[in-house]
């Protein structure tokens, strides 16, 4: 070889390289190496402000690749392979694929002529097509397998790298999409893929066992949630589709598997009753908070129940069938020690009773666990929350909130134990006293008939998630005054590489659950959280900068949540307020809105907070205060029917404090004339409300306006009322 070739050995990253005690997957279709870490690495070496790599004066420069492919063929011979040192096998692949090719087209034509050929032809001569059409199929399968070895043939450092030809034909016959990398070292897998691919099952064999649904034992009834048929059972024209096995390691270090199936592959649905097939109502957040509210006020113990697989204690409406999910061509070989009971690649599994994923599995439980309580245990259901049940013996009540297979419970102590018995009769499940998690939220009893609803142990995992678990902690989510017309200040502002925008304003919004000191944070970060016509930019750089101080905000109030105490009393605690013209963006051209908060409060805490741009643009402060009123009072009469139909009994009037005179004087004079024509249905709605002795608007000053909080963001007033609307 001339001494200025000089072949240059690049080794991968760690987390490249495929670990020694990984099995290969039967439907894992891995491809090459990814080169992008090491192009970026390269990338970074250029100096500042030029276009090319200056190589270093003693380092001859890399040919082009023209040059490189003549410079071989005109110093090496025609059959050498300079990454092997031996002979050239790219013919070989080449050769292998074109006849690839010619016998899957023969085989088409085959098959074509096989299914018009019995109507026209003996029976004689359509037994010998359909002999010629079983071997050339057989044909197929072993030039699929000779194009997978040309591939390897080809490659030139001798390791399996299927080109694109080779993953397309893979993918077409499993019909799944190519697997993502495996997972990295110490990290957490996703998928059952991720388990085979990273020789995990040691520690993950007991939870996919109690996956296994298609075997019956695990089942209450007996009866088996998926049937093992062969492929070849399968009706013509049958609904076949790709399931998958997720996993995850719960908060206490329990490891769970969820064998699902893709929903995106659906029957046919009658468009008229679309909604009322696939309809599955959860119970409110307002609900469930009041029910630990109304706890701390009687005393009573709330407990929780979570019902074990919800979803297939429901009977499939449809004949359907899935694929094993990828991976499990592993498990078994792991399970069995190598001896495979079946091949799942010739299996299908037909679907008895529902799983999660399908469009009407959630629809189904509902129905079959609402009917449970409503028929068989006597429960009233909230005309306004569907999920929320009451029961009632004499002056004993229990109140039961559902959500999906989670229920909560409270109430009088006899007749708690009744319901909760009732529905561990009928679903297996699994009940927790005392301090618990409920959907996320975790309750904990505090002296003084006091209890604290917090989500601290999601918020850990929210910080963690994002690389802000260590940060430096600041006292407000916000800078003081800040604006999201604000595109200067831009220093130290994360990538979106480094903090991905949309998962972390997420992880944001299910934590206002319990903490109102975020509603303003997340209420106005969700208006650039992507391009728009005001800010058609977004999210800018400062935006970034806004997100990331508010998770090292949530880093230093972990613990944060509501306290509900019992001695402050079950009357509505209801503040209003509204910021005129608040929503001022760069790019806005004259589109300036307002901004809507309130804060609804039960036994010292809040159980329904809003802080929401408004719709219309109003052109004058009153005009904004009215449209935030609107707003309020809606939400307080749907509080006030809910709490009502949990005690029983109706409510006396409940005050909204308002910070503007003008408002409170427009409804003393309950002026409706054709100057306020653009205000008269918000005026007459408001009116009606007052004359029913729902509600009644009050004056408070601005300085005791705890509402102020979730419409601008002042250091001042939320280190003032952020502990009282949390009742800390």
């Known amino acids: 070889m001339p001494a200025n070739d000089t072949v240059a050995t690049v080794t991968p990253p760690d987390e490249l390289a495929t670990p ?36 270093p004066a003693n380092v001859t420069p890399m040919p082009t690749p023209a040059s490189r492919r003549s410079e071989r063929q005109r110093r090496q011979p025609k059959n ?5 040192g031996g002979p050239d096998r790219a013919w070989i692949g080449a050769t292998f694929r074109h006849v690839n090719r010619a016998i899957a087209l023969f085989a088409f034509v085959a098959c074509v002529f096989n299914e018009v050929a019995p109507f026209r032809t003996p029976p004689a001569v359509s037994t010998g097509i359909y002999k010629v059409h079983s071997t050339i199929t057989a044909a197929v399968s072993v ?70 649904l298609d075997d019956p034992s695990i089942f209450h009834d007996g009866v088996a949630a998926l049937e093992l048929v062969d492929i070849d059972d399968a009706p013509h024209g049958s609904l076949i589709r790709r399931s998958d096995m997720l996993t995850n390691i719960k908060h206490d270090g329990r490891r769970k598997c969820r064998w699902i199936c893709d929903g995106s592959q659906r029957a046919p649905l009658n468009p008229d009753g679309a909604f009322d097939a696939t309809n599955a109502p959860c119970a409110l957040k307002e609900s469930i908070l009041m029910c630990y509210a109304l706890s701390a006020f009687f005393g009573w113990k709330p407990i929780s129940r979570d019902v074990t697989k919800a979803y297939l204690q429901c009977y499939a409406t449809k004949t359907y069938y899935i694929r094993f999910p990828p991976g499990f061509y592993s498990y078994l070989r792991y399970k069995h020690n190598g001896v495979l009971p079946f091949d799942p690649r010739d299996k299908l599994l037909r679907v008895v009773k529902n799983l999660y994923g399908d469009e009407d599995a959630a629809h189904l439980w509902i129905k079959e666990y609402s009917s449970f309580l409503l028929y068989d245990v006597g429960c009233a259901r909230s005309p306004i929350d569907p999920m929320l049940f009451v029961l009632r013996r004499g002056t004993q009540v229990a109140i039961h909130a559902a959500h999906v297979d989670d229920g909560l419970t409270t109430g009088d102590p006899e007749l708690v134990e009744y319901l909760d018995a009732r529905i561990a009769a009928r679903f297996p499940s699994k009940r927790t006293d005392g301090d618990h998690v409920f959907v996320g939220l975790q309750y904990e009893h505090l002296p003084d008939n006091r209890i604290k609803v917090h989500q601290g142990n999601y918020a850990a995992k929210l910080v963690k998630q994002h690389g802000y678990a260590d940060s430096r902690p600041v006292t407000t989510p916000l800078t003081d005054g800040w604006k999201a017309s604000d595109v200067t200040t831009t220093e130290g502002a ?5 903090l991905r925008f949309d998962s972390a304003l997420g992880g944001v919004g299910y934590l206002t659950f319990t903490r109102p000191d975020l509603k303003y944070f997340y209420g106005v970060l969700t208006t650039v959280a992507m391009p728009s016509l005001s800010v058609p930019d977004a999210p800018r750089a400062s935006h970034y900068l806004a997100l990331a101080r508010g998770l090292r905000y949530i880093a230093g109030t972990l613990q944060r949540g509501l306290i509900y105490d019992g001695e402050r009393g079950i009357d509505l605690e209801v503040f209003k307020d509204a910021s005129f013209a608040g929503e001022i963006h760069g790019d806005a051209k004259g589109n300036s809105k307002s901004r809507s908060g309130y804060c609804i409060m039960l036994c010292g805490a809040a159980i329904a907070t809003a802080s929401a741009r408004q719709t219309p ?42 910070d503007n005179d003008a408002v409170i004087k427009q409804l003393m004079k309950r002026d409706l004339s054709a100057r306020a024509r653009h205000l008269r249905l918000n005026f007459g709605f408001i009116l009606k409300a007052q ?38």
């Not at 050498?80 to 092997?84: K, Y």
């Not at 994360?494 to 480094?498: E, N, Q």
Request: proline letters at 9%; charged letters at 20%; aromatic letters at 8%.
């Open 143 to 212: 030039g699929t397998a000779c194009a997978i070895v040309a591939d390897y043939a080809t490659d030139a450092t001798g390791r399996y790298a299927p080109t694109e030809d080779a993953t397309v034909i893979v993918n077409s016959l499993h019909d799944m999409p190519p697997p993502p990398p495996p997972p990295a070292h110490g990290t957490a897998p996703q998928r059952l893929l991720d388990v085979a691919r990273g020789g995990m099952f040691e520690e993950w064999i007991e939870a996919i066992d109690a996956e296994r």
């Open 20 to 55: 020694e005690n990984a099995q290969p997957d039967a439907d894992d279709n891995t491809g090459p190496c990814d080169a992008t870490p090491l192009l970026e690495q390269l990338a970074s070496d250029t100096t500042a402000g030029s276009d090319f790599v200056t190589p």
């Open 617 to 658: 643009i109003a052109i004058s402060t009153p005009e904004s205060e009215v449209y935030a009123l609107m707003l309020c009072v809606r939400a307080v009469l749907c509080v006030r029917r809910l709490l009502s139909f949990m005690l029983g009994t109706s409510l006396p009037v409940t005050t909204i404090f308002e």
């Open 80 to 84: 050498f392979n300079p990454g092997t």
């Open 691 to 728: 004359d029913d002795g729902e509600v009644r608007v009050v004056w408070k000053k601005t300085g005791e306006m705890v509402a102020d909080m979730f419409t601008k963001m002042d250091y001042k007033t939320f280190q003032q009322f952020a502990d009282y609307a949390s009742g800390n």
């Open 494 to 498: 994360p990538s979106s590489r480094d």
